[in-house]
């Protein structure tokens, strides 16, 4: 395994972040352990989670998962670089209340107390903002941050789905009163959504933030998605077939699969090997449901992709280009 430093932070972490979105709504508590045993083994040393994933009524499922993993010892939490996030309403549904929600600084405290308990450890390594908050200023999350930076309960701050301008905003509060701020963003990046490289991968690399991309293979559509429809191996609901009803978004993925094919690659390998080559970019996020889907992501770690395979790839789904060049007429 590959290992590169997280943004500003003194951390060394994997090329490839293990991210558990899917133990509990997918894949049950035995098999994800097994997950993330296979994941520690084979280098991968980040693992992503969030408060709100299991979802609906098992909001905090996952995180309970990581827990009693954590709790079967073998130094499994000391070889973990541990990353959670703090946003949505931990209520049930239709039960949300007031002040339990979003960045206040009350929310901020409850919700860490509660991460830290249903993962069975006394600190998390990069505590991360899900969303902005329009509503909450950045001196108060920041207050409440220190508060748990000084309690030893968390060592980082990070976030997550911020545009450029959110993560200038947090960090200059930061600097104005001393502090670190983020060291972190995880935003939608992969070849078929390249907005990101317009102004939220040059903030964080403007301000030393590492650079997480989330849904590297855009909901299933940059996995070999076609070649499964022909074999009757796709799912016909999700993302990515509502995403191939657009006549050019089909023909852009059966350019992609073509040419992939003609290289001997599998498309899913190679759209996590990309997003390896893209300045800036710390590590994508991978969410296998099955140790399978493991074994092909850690593969993608190895895969030296051509200038002339680049360039295509780029032919096919072009980036927007910088700001402001990008909207230059």
């Given at each position: 395994?590959?290992?590169?430093?997280?943004?500003?932070?003194?951390?060394?972490?994997?090329?490839?972040?293990?991210?558990?979105?899917?133990?509990?709504?997918?894949?049950?508590?035995?098999?994800?352990?097994?997950?993330?045993?296979?994941?520690?083994?084979?280098?991968?040393?980040?693992?992503?989670?969030?408060?709100?994933?299991?979802?609906?009524?098992?909001?905090?499922?996952?995180?309970?998962?990581?827990?009693?993993?954590?709790?079967?010892?073998?130094?499994?939490?000391?070889?973990?670089?541990?990353?959670?996030?703090?946003?949505?309403?931990?209520?049930?549904?239709?039960?949300?209340?007031?002040?339990?929600?979003?960045?206040?600084?009350?929310?901020?405290?409850?919700?860490?107390?509660?991460s830290l308990k249903r993962l069975q450890t006394d600190y998390i390594d990069i505590y991360q903002f899900h969303h902005i908050d329009r509503h909450t200023p950045f001196e108060e999350i920041w207050q409440a941050i220190d508060a748990?930076?000084?309690?030893?309960?968390?060592?980082?701050?990070?976030?997550?789905?911020?545009?450029?301008?959110?993560?200038?905003?947090?960090?200059?509060?930061?600097?104005?009163?001393?502090?670190?701020?983020?060291?972190?963003?995880?935003?939608?990046?992969?070849?078929?959504?390249?907005?990101?490289?317009?102004?939220?991968?040059?903030?964080?690399?403007?301000?030393?933030?590492?650079?997480?991309?989330?849904?590297?293979?855009?909901?299933?559509?940059?996995?070999?998605?076609?070649?499964?429809?022909?074999?009757?191996?796709?799912?016909?609901?999700?993302?990515?077939?509502?995403?191939?009803?657009?006549?050019?978004?089909?023909?852009?993925?059966?350019?992609?699969?073509?040419?992939?094919?003609?290289?001997?690659?599998?498309?899913?390998?190679?759209?996590?090997?990309?997003?390896?080559?893209?300045?800036?970019?710390?590590?994508?996020?991978?969410?296998?449901?099955?140790?399978?889907?493991?074994?092909?992501?850690?593969?993608?770690?190895?895969?030296?992709?051509?200038?002339?395979?680049?360039?295509?790839?780029?032919?096919?789904?072009?980036?927007?280009?910088?700001?402001?060049?990008?909207?230059?007429?």
């Open positions: 395994m590959k290992y590169t430093q997280l943004g500003r932070t003194g951390l060394k972490v994997s090329r490839l972040v293990l991210g558990t979105m899917n133990f509990g709504p997918q894949t049950d508590e035995g098999s994800s352990h097994a997950i993330m045993d296979a994941a520690l083994a084979s280098g991968i040393n980040y693992f992503d989670t969030a408060n709100v994933y299991g979802w609906g009524e098992n909001k905090g499922r996952t995180e309970e998962i990581i827990g009693t993993w954590f709790a079967q010892g073998g130094g499994r939490r000391d070889k973990t670089v541990l990353a959670t996030k703090v946003y949505g309403n931990m209520a049930a549904d239709g039960d949300a209340w007031p002040n339990h929600d979003r960045l206040s600084a009350v929310n901020i405290r409850r919700a860490v107390d509660a748990l930076v000084q309690q030893g309960k968390i060592l980082y701050a990070g976030s997550s789905n911020f545009p450029g301008y959110k993560i200038a905003q947090a960090n200059e509060t930061a600097r104005a009163h001393g502090r670190v701020g983020l060291v972190s963003e995880q935003c939608l990046y992969n070849l078929a959504e390249r907005r990101a490289e317009m102004e939220v991968i040059p903030a964080a690399q403007e301000y030393g933030l590492g650079v997480i991309p989330w849904s590297p293979l855009h909901g299933g559509l940059l996995g070999g998605v076609l070649k499964k429809e022909s074999e009757g191996r796709r799912r016909k609901d999700g993302r990515s077939a509502s995403a191939l009803e657009n006549t050019k978004v089909r023909d852009q993925v059966q350019a992609y699969e073509d040419l992939l094919d003609k290289h001997g690659l599998e498309p899913g390998e190679a759209a996590l090997a990309w997003l390896l080559t893209r300045p800036g970019v710390t590590g994508p996020i991978v969410g296998p449901r099955t140790r399978e889907q493991l074994d092909s992501a850690l593969r993608a770690v190895e895969l030296e992709l051509s200038e002339e395979l680049l360039t295509s790839l780029d032919e096919i789904f072009p980036g927007p280009g910088p700001s402001p060049e990008a909207f230059a007429w």
